[in-house]
């Protein structure tokens, strides 16, 4: 089972809004990632968690936030949004960090208003 | 730095053709190379790797790959399209630099003409 879980798959938002979006895997992945994809264009890298510290922080500006509260849940909070933000937002996890096949779910679509 | 290209933005076959979409990778040492493929409006999902062994790697939906080392590629075959087939598909390298992560090709979109 290489199943990853995201909630919720839609979320329209306004700029001044706080709202979260949840990762869930359980097949004991060490591991966990958020990509953040715009349409036609590849996945780009935001946070990595390793054994439930962050890893990689690629610049990501403060508006995000990651959360790992445990092994196998993420969650990303947002607040104070910008509409350039509006993306699909790809949750992923891997059995350790590095070379190992990367697991993704399929996605939260994000629409900043 | 590590990288990798996915020279083509499109490629267009008719079904039942063979098809091939090209990666080439650029790495010091030995390269950890994967192929994940995503259909519209979804996640990506894992097709193949290559980490060490035979250079010709079999995944899923009766997708292969060849690593060629002398020409640093590591392109995507099937031998029979299918319309099915259509979506976008990532070549994508591992970047053990100051980050151990994995870079992703910009992506070809494959159209499978009936």
């Known amino acids: 089972d290489t199943e990853v879980t995201q909630t919720p798959k839609h979320l329209v938002m306004g700029m001044t809004n706080k709202k979260s979006l949840k990762c869930e895997q359980h097949?004991?992945?060490?591991?966990m990632y958020w990509y953040k994809q715009k349409a036609k264009k590849p996945p780009e890298l935001m946070f990595v968690?390793?054994?439930?510290?962050?890893?990689i922080n690629e610049s990501v500006p403060s508006r995000f936030s990651p959360e790992c509260p445990n092994s196998s849940l993420l969650n990303l909070h947002l607040h104070a949004l910008q509409p350039e933000d509006s993306a699909l937002y790809l949750c992923?996890?891997?059995?350790?960090?590095?070379?190992?096949?990367?697991?993704f779910g399929e996605g939260s679509w994000l629409t900043v208003v | 730095a590590q990288s990798v290209a996915q020279p083509e933005d499109q490629v267009n076959v008719a079904e039942g053709n063979p098809l091939t979409v090209k990666c080439t990778y650029s790495?010091?040492?030995?390269?950890?190379l994967f192929w994940y493929v995503q259909y519209p409006n979804r996640g990506l999902q894992f097709l193949l790797k290559?980490?060490?062994?035979?250079?010709l790697v079999k995944g899923s939906y009766g997708f292969e790959a060849e690593f060629n080392k002398s020409q640093t590629s590591f392109h995507l075959k099937k031998p029979s399209a299918l319309v099915s087939d259509s979506a976008l598909y990532f070549c994508?390298?591992?970047?053990?630099?100051?980050?151990?992560?994995?870079?992703f090709g910009k992506g070809t979109r494959l159209h499978i003409l009936p």
């Open positions: 992923a996890s891997s059995r350790g960090q590095g070379g190992n096949t990367i697991y």
């Open positions: 097949m004991g992945h060490r591991a």
């Open positions: 968690y390793s054994y439930e510290k962050l890893s």
């Open positions: 790495v010091s040492g030995n390269p950890y």
């Open positions: 290559y980490i060490t062994g035979d250079n």
């Open positions: 994508a390298v591992r970047d053990i630099g100051k980050d151990d992560k994995i870079i």
